[in-house]
């Protein structure tokens, strides 16, 4: 995929970080990418390395024409090398380090520069063995190999790493331009904005939210929770089948869960009179009965169930029965 700097969404300090040093010949060998997921920053690696292998680059941007570019238009670029966890594993494993370092031993094919982008790396932070492994590689880097690692704002990663990249930081997109982005993609104007406020700033979260159908799923949880009285067989019998239909969100649940809390603090919030300050806007009529149905003290014993949810989840606790638990709970 060919993507030109002035086509990234936002992040203009990044961009004009970025294309200065390109034109002042001062391209790093290694950069980290830090900031918020879903912010531009996987977008603004592969425009990078567009940028630095363009054979006639225009004004400081791609000339979109030569072979490089055109490889990269066609995704077959031979000296792209995207490194990320695979299958279920959040983290990178030793093997992919491994055979990263075998590629390292040869020059690039035919770009100028090879380039290795290595996405979420304060993931990987905890594995020792591959963090020395990938230390080693960054300290002796081919010189034809520019290394992209992209981490999220609030992960831990080793000082080592960090004195051996240039750091370029991203930040959270205004909402005016998720929305619109979200616009483009021909998502209707209300959606639209409720996404572009839930997702923070986020496009890649707000994107996600809405091809998974969440948004939805938010509101029929928590309107069927309000519904439900407590300590009645119905109530027994709706909670096993909104727990279901949260369990069976599988990779999204976090997510689902981060909704459920964005939520409780905005009825916390309309507690606290201050309603101006809610994110999830398009759930504001049912916040009256929220209101009537929880106290504050109730509302943060629900918070921290949410959170006690997602440490059992982290230890690969059962699924459908950490939901349960849950419903019960938050009902």
């Known amino acids: 995929m060919l993507i030109s700097f002035p086509s990234v969404i936002g992040q203009p300090k990044a961009k004009q970080f970025l294309t200065s040093s390109f034109a002042r010949r001062k391209t790093a060998h290694a950069y980290l990418f830090r900031g918020p997921a879903g912010v531009g920053k996987k977008t603004c690696a592969l425009a990078y390395a567009a940028l630095i292998n363009c054979a006639a680059p225009v004004g400081g941007d791609i000339c979109g024409h030569c072979p490089s570019c055109v490889k990269y238009r066609s995704g077959n670029q031979p000296d792209l090398l995207v490194i990320e966890p695979q299958g279920t594993a959040s983290a990178l494993k030793i093997d992919q380090i491994r055979e990263l370092k075998k590629t390292l031993t040869y020059p690039p094919f035919e770009a100028r520069f090879r380039v290795v982008l290595i996405q979420d790396i304060h993931l990987t932070m905890r594995r020792k063995e591959v963090t020395n492994s990938l230390l ?12 992209i690692l992209t981490g999220d704002e609030a992960g831990d990663i080793l000082p080592t790493i960090l004195s051996r990249c240039q750091i370029v930081p991203f930040y959270p997109l205004p909402y005016d331009q998720v929305s619109r982005a979200l616009l ?87 507690h606290q009179g201050l309603s101006e300050r809610i994110i999830n806007s398009d759930l504001s009529s049912l916040l009256p009965a929220a209101c009537r149905r929880w106290n504050p003290d109730e509302l943060t014993d629900k918070l921290q169930r949410i959170n006690q949810a997602r440490r059992q989840l982290l230890h690969n606790c059962n699924r459908t029965l950490v939901c349960e638990v849950l419903f019960f709970g938050l009902l």
Do not use: Y
Not at 136 to 147: H, I, N, Q, S, W
Not at 187 to 195: R, V
Not at 199 to 225: D, I, K, N, T, Y
């Open 136 to 147: 080693k590689t960054l300290e002796e880097p081919p010189a034809d190999t520019v290394f």
């Open 184 to 270: 483009a993609d021909s998502i209707d104007e209300q959606t639209a904005a409720s996404l572009a406020a839930i997702s923070e700033g986020s496009l890649g979260r707000a994107r996600l939210l809405h091809q998974q159908e969440l948004l939805p799923l938010r509101r029929e949880l928590v309107g069927g929770l309000l519904e439900l009285a407590p300590q009645t067989p119905e109530a027994v019998e709706g909670v096993f089948a909104l727990a279901e239909k949260a369990a069976n969100t599988k990779d999204n649940l976090e997510e689902l869960l981060d909704l459920i809390t964005s939520w409780l603090r905005d009825v916390l919030l309309a």
